[in-house]
């Protein structure tokens, strides 16, 4: 099974440290393959930027449409999840989305904890029909650049605040994907469950891809057929005409 693991923006950091935690929640069998988009975004943080890394995110994916059993959005905004089903002949899933779902399975109430601004995932945990289930959204105060540069800080600023969410939280979902693989190192010392995002997307897109669900034929969900445009990849017009 080969399994894409696509970065919403163009810092190869974030693409390495999530490719490894995917890795390490992979299957023997599974081949994760990583990528990056040939344009976008340093780091996506404002909702421009995501606007901006969607159209990056649709173009890189289309390259790999046919190549792969299923696809991981691995931007913790799930930038362009909607468009991408639509798109994409396989299973596409959002880490932010698999986390959610994975801690519902978990507890009662969990947690978001993020990097900057924590209104974006209050808005994204209400899009996936959520926030019944979301006691507590937190954003810490630190740039994904401040995380990659300095691990071991940013590392006791979650567990600092996972501890504190705890409170009101049964699992907390560590929700960036500069932050993939800390769950991982952080759990002994956490007093709740904590859920990587990429290693959730894994575990869920393993299953999705093994029970080969068809691809709707109708509805919003069905590929589309017949589009054109101007200006865009090869790749991307040829899954948007249906050839």
């Given amino acids: 099974m080969r399994i894409l693991v696509l970065n919403g923006n163009t810092t190869e950091a974030i693409t390495a440290a999530c490719v490894a935690a995917a890795r390490d ?77 994975t801690a519902c399975l978990v507890g009662g109430q969990f947690g978001v904890l993020t990097l900057g601004q924590a209104r974006p995932y ?61 769950a991982a190192r952080l759990q002994d010392r956490a007093a709740v469950p904590l859920l990587d995002g990429i290693a959730c997307a894994v575990k869920l897109a393993e299953a999705l891809a093994a029970l080969h669900l068809p691809k709707p034929r109708t509805g919003s969900f069905a590929a589309p057929a017949g589009r054109t445009g101007l200006g865009l990849s090869p790749a991307l017009a040829a899954l948007l005409s249906g050839g």
Wanted: net charge negative; aromatic share 0%.
């Fill in 25 to 101: 929640a992979a299957a023997p069998a599974t081949e994760i393959i990583g990528a990056t988009p040939a344009f976008g975004p340093t780091v996506i943080s404002t909702r421009a930027e995501n606007a901006i890394a969607g159209h990056a995110i649709l173009a890189t994916l289309a390259e790999h449409a046919g190549g792969i059993e299923a696809a991981i959005l691995a931007v913790s905004h799930d930038t362009a999840l909607d468009a991408a089903r639509q798109l994409m002949p396989c299973p596409v899933i959002g880490m932010t989305e698999a986390a959610c779902l």
């Fill in 122 to 182: 209050e808005e994204l945990v209400a899009r996936h029909g959520l926030a019944a289930r979301c006691a507590a959204v937190v954003g810490l105060p630190l740039t994904p650049q401040q995380a990659i540069a300095d691990p071991a800080a940013a590392e006791a600023q979650v567990l600092a605040a996972t501890t504190a969410m705890a409170e009101r939280c049964d699992s907390v979902v560590l929700a960036g994907a500069a932050l993939a693989g800390l």
